[in-house]
């Protein structure tokens, strides 16, 4: 290993295969403190070697032990031996424990899983604490050494013991270590959707998964600091008592606030309802009503009453405020419109806006008009020249979304788009990454917006064909300590650590600059970027790329996940097609259960071009990607174990054989906003 002091940088040079380890760049560097690292990439994961280790045992390994046969412990030198007198741990009806009638006739003293088993008992009706016996020998196992041999209760033990169960009962948080610092989550457990500075979001108050749905509600001056409100809308009535879906919020003349949501009825339809504040004089709108009228919308003949849901926000046209409803019929997708003169009684259209074949469900569609020669934003309503319209639609086969640019025939109720793009699963995309049912928004005193990950800017780029979009400027008050590198070759193989910021929640900006010759030529039958950026990771060596950032690595890169570009020569004269790519298969050493995909996206770029940007705002467990100025844009959800908070590491590298120069690179420690802080007085 070769390290380079630059400032507040670091910098490693990585031996690659087959090329041998690179001689060391003058000056000589000083030599390397222990533990030494020996990394070299194999695949598209690096290989790790450092010595082994006698880890003392923690106490999460002592409580995985806590069971009647325990298991060996290899590097100490234990065998697995039984050690235990009293009965198997969980939910039992044998053995010794604490008994109880209903669905759950007893429990030992100390479940394995302890909050996993609380949620069970809630979930069977037991509700509250029903018994709790701490009266664990912890410290009986003399295996662990002096000092540790007194058998009785341990205080800390028990306290954590109880703890854990009431959290269960209380519905199991998401760990700590993958809560995001300042990207909007709700206090605990499952949400998705979005609204406008009242931001409305659907919400599992009692666990991490979907079910249980109800509108939470959260309120921000700022699209960065938010407050947390009383739910706004729950089940509770026929025409939702089976779920309250998502919708949209539109507000009429007068200032009045209207929402527009999905009820799952008593007959199990998807239904569309109606909401009003009960007092629309105040500021926070704490109290939604239902009037009994609902619902507003049912499917009518031809319709499938279990593929029909999510209401648009309205926009307002000829005499009437129109919206869209997610459907589809015979694998084919569909926007129905229908028209209201007083928003209460709507009529459909005699055919759908839009439709696509072979899409599937189209959930959460969102319909808004765009400036062609503008980054400002428009109301839902406004039509006439300069003025194109975006059709977004959330794919349910696939759990992506797509979007297509074209023109709006108000007359008509039909909306065309334009062959610029495809109209079908490999269309135009918001974001190729971890990103679904996304909502926009228009602010008269910004310039539009779409609430998804962090709320963004979007507008259309200069030749009207996509939508460029970036992160609203409010997020750049949370910037703190910042660190600053500029003209830093990086060459075969080279890593250059940046230092001086907090690696687990940062945003980053950088700008490289390249020579495109020799760049490897594009394949005209590598149609899917996704597929491709799994082929070529970013530890399979390239020409002009694989370059970027390994953001959320740890020391010795058993966990990283890489941000990059690589740029390819395509067919077309003086084109060139660069991949990029943020791929999540080496971002954590958790192995089941863990969604770890490879996204990715294609763009060109002329030969004239010799830089291109990225951004990445790193959040513990987010990785939000910008690339080229928001033409693409990546976000990736990880759960590293060992990359978190103050062991998380950031690094730009290098794995082409063309030196990659870093023309500027900034990069900012976050702060914490507010987030979900209950308002005073409130509830």
């Given at each position: ?8 940088t670091t ?20 030599p390397?403190?222990?533990?030494p ?5 194999v ?8 010595p ?11 409580i ?21 007198s009293?009965a198997?741990h969980?939910?039992s009806?044998?053995?010794?424990g604490?008994?109880?009638g209903?669905?759950?006739p007893g ?15 809630y ?8 018994y ?6 912890v ?9 540790q041999?007194?058998?009785g209760?341990?205080p ?24 995001t610092?300042?990207?909007?989550q709700?206090?605990k457990?499952w949400m998705?959707?979005q609204?406008?500075?009242?931001l ?14 109800v ?7 700022d699209?960065?600091n938010?407050?947390a ?14 779920g309250?879906?998502?919708?949209s919020?539109t507000?009429?003349p ?5 929402i ?8 199990k ?6 909401a009003?504040p009960?007092n629309?004089s ?16 049912v ?5 499938n009453?279990?593929?029909f ?7 307002f ?8 409803i997610?459907s ?5 997708g ?26 599937g ?12 020669n503008?980054t ?13 319209h ?17 023109s709006y025939h ?7 788009p ?8 490999s ?16 602010d008269?005193?910004k310039?539009g ?26 997020l750049?008050t949370?910037?703190g300590q ?12 080279e ?5 001086g910021?907090t690696a687990a ?5 950088l ?17 899917n ?6 082929q ?7 020409t ?6 390994l ?10 996940t ?5 740029i390819?020569?395509?067919n077309e004269?003086?084109?060139h ?14 192995e ?13 770029m002329?030969?004239?071009g ?24 990546i976000?990736?959800r ?9 062991n ?11 030196t990659?120069?870093?023309e ?11 987030m979900?802080?209950a308002?005073s007085?409130?509830?």
């Amino acid at each position: 290993m070769v390290r380079i002091k630059l400032t507040t940088t670091t910098k490693l040079s990585l031996p690659m295969p087959p090329p041998p380890l690179p001689k060391p760049r003058s000056p000589p560097p000083p030599p390397p403190p222990p533990p030494p690292l020996r990394s070299h990439f194999v695949g598209s994961r690096p290989v790790r070697m450092r010595p082994t280790e006698r880890a003392d045992p923690g106490p999460e390994e002592k409580i995985r032990l806590l069971v009647n046969n325990a298991a060996a412990v290899p590097r100490l030198g234990i065998q697995g031996y039984e050690w235990w007198s009293k009965a198997l741990h969980g939910v039992s009806n044998v053995g010794p424990g604490t008994k109880f009638g209903g669905a759950f006739p007893g429990a030992t003293s100390f479940p394995q899983v302890v909050s996993d088993e609380a949620r069970a008992m809630y979930n069977g009706g037991t509700a509250g604490l029903t018994y709790w016996s701490p009266n664990v020998n912890v410290f009986r196992d003399p295996r662990w050494g002096p000092g540790q041999e007194t058998p009785g209760e341990d205080p800390v033990m028990a306290g954590k013991y109880v703890a854990s169960y009431v959290r269960g009962l209380q519905g199991n948080p998401v760990k700590r270590t993958h809560r995001t610092g300042y990207h909007f989550q709700p206090p605990k457990n499952w949400m998705n959707g979005q609204g406008l500075y009242h931001l409305f979001y659907q919400y599992n108050p009692k666990g991490e998964k979907w079910g249980n749905i109800v509108w939470a509600h959260s309120v921000s001056k700022d699209l960065v600091n938010w407050q947390a409100l009383p739910p706004a809308i729950y089940p509770s009535k026929p025409f939702d008592i089976n779920g309250c879906w998502s919708g949209s919020a539109t507000v009429l003349p007068g200032n009045r606030p209207v929402i527009l949501y999905t009820g799952w009825d008593v007959h199990k339809r998807q239904v569309q309802n109606y909401a009003i504040p009960a007092n629309a004089s105040d500021p926070y709108l704490r109290e939604w009503i239902k009037p009994n009228d609902n619902p507003l919308i049912v499917s009518g003949l031809g319709i499938n009453a279990s593929a029909f849901r999510d209401p648009t926000t309205a926009w307002f046209e000829g005499g009437h405020w129109k919206i869209l409803i997610g459907s589809s019929r015979k694998h084919r997708g569909m926007a129905y419109l229908y028209r209201s003169r007083d928003f209460i009684h709507w009529i459909k259209a005699k055919h759908p806006l839009h439709s696509a074949p072979d899409t599937g469900m189209w959930e959460c569609p969102d319909f808004f008009p765009v400036l062609k020669n503008s980054t400002n934003g428009l109301d839902t309503s406004v039509l006439g020249q300069g003025v194109k319209h975006v059709l977004k639609v959330s794919l349910d086969l696939t759990r992506f979304e797509y979007y297509t640019v074209g023109s709006y025939h108000a007359d008509e109720d039909r909306y065309v788009p334009e062959n610029t793009s495809a109209d079908g699963w490999s269309g135009l995309r918001y974001d190729y990454g971890n990103f679904y049912a996304s909502k926009t928004f228009f602010d008269s005193a910004k310039t539009g917006g779409s609430c998804g990950a962090i709320p963004r800017k979007i507008w259309l780029d200069s030749h009207g064909k996509q939508l460029l979009e970036w992160p609203v400027e409010e997020l750049e008050t949370l910037r703190g300590q910042k660190v600053h590198m500029s003209s830093v070759e990086l060459n075969n193989g080279e890593l250059v650590e940046i230092r001086g910021i907090t690696a687990a929640q940062a945003d980053v900006v950088l700008f490289s600059f390249s020579s495109l010759e020799g760049a490897e030529q594009f394949n005209s039958s590598w149609l899917n970027a996704q597929d491709l950026c799994a082929q070529k990771g970013s530890g399979v060596p390239g020409t002009v790329g694989p370059f970027g950032l390994l953001t959320l690595a740890s020391e010795y890169l058993e966990e990283f996940t890489p941000v990059f570009f690589r740029i390819f020569k395509a067919n077309e004269q003086n084109k060139h097609k660069v991949l990029m790519c943020s791929d999540a298969r080496s971002s954590s050493l958790l192995e089941s259960k863990i969604y770890k995909p490879s996204f990715a996206a294609f763009l060109d770029m002329d030969s004239s071009g010799r830089n291109i940007s990225l951004r990445s705002l790193i959040d513990h467990s987010v990785v939000e990607s910008f690339g080229a100025g928001g033409k693409t844009c990546i976000t990736s959800r990880v759960y590293p174990i060992l990359a978190v908070f103050n062991n998380a590491r950031l690094f730009a590298f290098n794995n082409g054989t063309r030196t990659i120069m870093i023309e500027t690179l900034d990069a900012w420690s976050m702060n914490q906003p507010v987030m979900n802080h209950a308002i005073s007085g409130v509830f």
